[in-house]
């Protein structure tokens, strides 16, 4: 999805309150021109996630270390772990259990530390308690099974920690409805604000419930132009692919692959996009997008 100018504001508008703490007003004023030429600079196809990506570095090389997020990954893993049984009972006793995971994976996209200032334990407990009664888009779900029914192959692209627990039991359901089916998850190649890595993968036990693949990249999202080529032919391979969040919408929307994907909507961009106000569940198609 190429960046709105929504996006670019959005962009500038995070460096700009990262640079809060600094006192060299000169150095601020530098690293924001620079911001700016990288994004006056970037091609027309080029996605928000990538072009961060790009600005860090030049934080990290003008203004110091970003932000570490392990103790606050390892806090929400464990959040997450300890509420895992009481979700997967109310998973289990639903008329249909895979569209109750699917919409408790959903509620978890709220994790995301990346896209919103704070993370606030006792609204995403308010939240989990919501989208349970909130499902997924009927259609959408019933395209979903039909793919999955004649898949031999599903990937599950996954986003923030904490999430990837209740993402764990949307993986079990689907191991359980379609035990056919070759299950993989694709998880971020290094560390990326509070995405999932393989060390949150085998942290949350995930790892013995599928196969995980670091995807290779550095980037908050699945650019194809820098994943690993494993990753790739995991990617390319799968006949139905399940994105979590809107760093992979926008970082693989329109590139032809046969993408569900499951987020909450965070930002201007996605609510003009969808008609929907801040943190409406999304349960899209590829194929049913039509873009601005």
């Known amino acids: 999805m190429r960046m709105s100018a929504s996006c670019m504001k959005c962009i500038v508008d995070v460096q700009a309150k990262r640079l809060d703490k600094l006192e060299d007003e000169e150095l601020k004023r530098v690293y924001l021109k620079k911001v700016m030429e990288i994004l006056a600079s970037c091609d027309d196809d080029s ?9 860090e570095e ?29 979700i997967e009972r109310k998973i289990e006793a639903a008329p249909d259990s895979l569209a109750m995971a699917l919409s408790y994976s959903r509620a978890g996209n709220y994790i995301d530390f990346g896209s919103q200032h704070t993370v606030e334990q006792e609204k995403l ?11 997924v888009d009927e259609d959408v779900y019933k395209s979903f099974l039909a793919e999955l029914s004649e ?62 693949v670091p995807n290779g990249s550095p980037v908050a999202g699945t650019d194809l132009n820098s994943i690993s080529s494993e990753a790739e032919a995991v990617l ?25 994907y499951l987020f909450l909507i965070k930002c201007n961009w996605f609510r003009k996009m969808f008609s929907r106000p801040d943190h409406s569940g999304m349960f899209v198609r590829e194929r049913g997008v039509k873009a601005l």
């Open 47 to 55: 996605t928000a996630p990538v072009m961060v990506k790009r600005i």
């Open 58 to 86: 030049v934080f990290e090389d003008m203004c110091g270390p970003l932000p570490e997020f392990s103790q606050i990954k390892r806090e929400y893993n464990d959040l997450m772990l300890r509420l895992e049984p009481e």
């Open 125 to 135: 407990l308010t939240m989990l308690d919501r989208e349970a009664l909130e499902p």
């Open 151 to 212: 898949a031999e192959s599903f990937v599950f692209l996954l986003d923030n920690c904490g999430e990837i627990v209740l993402d764990k039991l949307v993986l079990k359901q689907l191991k359980r409805r379609f035990p056919e089916i070759s299950l993989t998850a694709l998880v971020r190649g290094f560390p990326v604000s509070n995405d999932v890595t393989f060390e949150d993968a085998v942290q949350t036990g995930l790892d013995r419930i599928v196969r995980v």
């Open 236 to 260: 390319r391979g799968a006949d139905v692919i399940l994105a979590k969040g809107q760093g992979n919408y926008e970082t693989l929307s329109g590139c032809g692959m046969n993408i569900y």
